[in-house]
């Protein structure tokens, strides 16, 4: 498939969550302190905002919240454990640097859109291209327009993340043309490395 011609389909049903949802909320550090083996931690998926969150999680479902999703912790298994309970996207009005940055790198969808009109249960179909970010509420009968990503970062998402591109390209795109956003992307990997190895903190508001 060539580059212009790339896309990401989505398609499942909302899951509503509020502002401020930092990286303990979504799987709690008492939990990580026993394992991080996401196929565990899984069934305590947001279990401090609903402690029956996880069993009503379907596959396919996507995530949207507020304002500064995933603050806190930089660790990945915030991110890794949202796709182990079958989530591949996170629609929200803003991400923390970190969670966004391991968001892209592990294969989860990360849509940066107005979520407020979007409503719990409500149908969604999302369209990720080069060139724009496109959510069609059914439910409701309106349309979103996202942050598009760049290509580099639509390439490593469709791969399924960073780990499975480099495996199937053998490293990221040369050429100049590509120069920009390959350091971007690999400026998010240097870091999300450090970070994770420091488990340094990305503050809440």
Known sequence: MRKADMELRLEGRARRLGDGVNTDYIIAS???RDTLDEEIL???LLEAVDPDFAASVEPG???VAGRDFGCGS??????TVVLAAGIKAVLAQSFSRTYYRNAINNGLVPVICDTRRIEEGDLLRVRVTNAQIRVV?????????????TSIMLEILAAGGLVPYV?????????????GNRAQ??????A???AQAADQEDPCP
């Not at 059914?138 to 990503?149: N, W």
């Not at 495996?167 to 120069?179: Q, V």
């Open 30 to 32: 008492t939990r990580k």
């Open 42 to 44: 899984k069934h305590y």
């Open 61 to 63: 479902d996507l995530l």
């Open 74 to 79: 930089a660790m990945e298994i915030a991110v």
């Open 137 to 149: 509420d059914e439910t409701r009968g309106f349309e979103i327009h996202g942050e598009p990503l």
């Open 167 to 179: 495996r199937e390209h053998g490293g990221f795109p040369s050429g100049a043309a590509d120069a």
């Open 185 to 190: 992307a690999g400026d998010r990997t240097d």
């Open 192 to 194: 999300a490395d450090r």
